[in-house]
């Protein structure tokens, strides 16, 4: 079992539906990322967070520390917003960035 | 202000060459990783430099190596490639270990 699960794996939507990625893991962190991912490769990361909640204009993210989960919201979806979504874990100990599978993000017109 | 650059974009090498690999991160910042990007296993971890100190190590073999130099530029080396070595080879710079990543767009190898 990996120590970071994300769901789910592939996502369609309508543009202006409300989207949900889940991440779920089974160490012990320090803090977890939200990466976006689009074609082509680079990388932009979207939030760091170690507690509560956090807001970037439609993107919300949030962690439950106790259940060891953390959510990725968007409102208003963009086609723009199509993209693979990471969640990563900063191991405690550690220090060393622990990544999910993806979850790959696909917004229709 | 620069973002992290990452250089070349593209190598091709064939199995049993060495290659090394350059990433200059955004002035400032003192931390410097390392990441392999494949379909089949996705991110995964290689090192993290901080301050010219090797902080943190995944789970690779000895053929993976860096470096970081005192501007904080970091090289990153892997010798006798293998096939499985082909991959998107990505940096990322921070200030601190509690800030955010910047990443670089990247190094794409091919071990033909």
């Known amino acids: 079992k990996n120590e970071v699960e994300q769901s789910p794996q592939n996502l369609t939507a309508q543009e202006g539906e409300f989207i949900t990625i889940n991440c779920s893991y089974s160490v012990g962190i320090s803090a977890l990322h939200w990466l976006q991912q689009h074609p082509g490769g680079g990388i932009v990361s979207l939030f760091m967070?170690?507690?509560g909640k956090k807001k970037h204009g439609r993107l919300i993210a949030t962690i439950n520390i106790q259940e060891k989960h953390s959510s990725l919201h968007i409102t208003a979806s963009h086609p723009r917003d199509s993209a693979v979504y990471i969640c990563a874990v900063l191991v405690g100990g550690a220090q060393k960035l622990v990544f999910g599978q993806g979850t790959r993000l696909t917004i229709n017109p | 202000k620069a973002g992290v650059t990452q250089t070349p974009r593209y190598l091709i090498k064939t199995r049993g060459q060495q290659v090394t690999l350059s990433c200059s991160p955004i002035?400032?910042?003192?931390?410097v990783s390392w990441y392999q990007q494949t379909p089949g296993q996705g991110l995964q971890f290689l090192f993290e430099?901080?301050?010219?100190?090797?902080?943190n190590k995944g789970n690779f073999p000895g053929r993976f190596s860096g470096r970081q130099f005192s501007n904080s530029r970091s090289e990153m080396n892997v010798s006798t490639l293998e096939l499985g070595d082909s991959a998107l080879y990505l940096c990322?710079?921070?200030?601190?270990?509690?800030?955010?990543?910047?990443f670089g767009s990247g190094t794409q190898l091919s071990v033909l």
């Open positions: 002035s400032g910042h003192r931390s």
């Open positions: 430099y901080f301050s010219e100190t090797q902080r």
């Open positions: 967070l170690s507690s």
């Open positions: 990322a710079s921070r200030r601190a270990t509690n800030e955010k990543l910047f």
